[in-house]
């Protein structure tokens, strides 16, 4: 698949199965427990335009626009700006859909809808283990010095 026949869609109603599927193909990647409806409700979040929560799939042009990426981010408000900033959620590339540019055009297309609405600064984290993702990132953004700590539940 040459990189040309890939384009960028934000997702719609209609979409809720192939959404689905990538997102769970995204969880199962990670090895991430799912609470029972999370899925309808992160869809159903999406689909509401008074939540700053969004979605866009990769469609093959040449495959009649089989979805084959994912991407989910939201916007937020920041302390140290005037601006929101936003965070790029959830990226997904089927396994066999690999290192074609799909991971990069999603991200891309973050990037150009963040500008758009006049939100730059775009942020993301992976596991220090995920270096074919950190193949892309260091070519599309800058590795901070930032260290994660989350709350033990």
């Known amino acids: 698949m040459a990189s040309d026949s890939i384009a960028i869609r934000y997702v719609t109603d209609g979409d809720k199965e192939e959404w689905t599927r990538l997102w769970l193909g995204f969880r199962a990647h990670y090895d991430i427990p799912i609470p029972d409806g999370l899925g309808d409700a992160n869809f159903k979040r999406i689909m509401d335009d008074s939540v700053d929560m969004w979605s866009a799939f990769a469609v093959d042009t040449s495959r009649d626009d089989k979805p084959i990426g994912l991407v989910n981010w939201v916007s937020r408000p920041s302390t140290w700006d005037l601006t929101d900033i936003v965070y790029l959620h959830d990226l997904y590339v089927d396994e066999n859909e690999r290192v074609r540019g799909v991971g990069r055009k999603l991200i891309e297309f973050v990037y150009s809808e963040a500008d758009k609405r006049g939100t730059p600064l775009v942020y993301w984290t992976t596991d220090h283990y995920n270096h074919r993702a950190q193949l892309l990132y260091t070519k599309v953004a800058k ?10 539940l």
């Open 143 to 152: 590795k901070t010095s930032k260290v994660i700590y989350e709350r033990e």
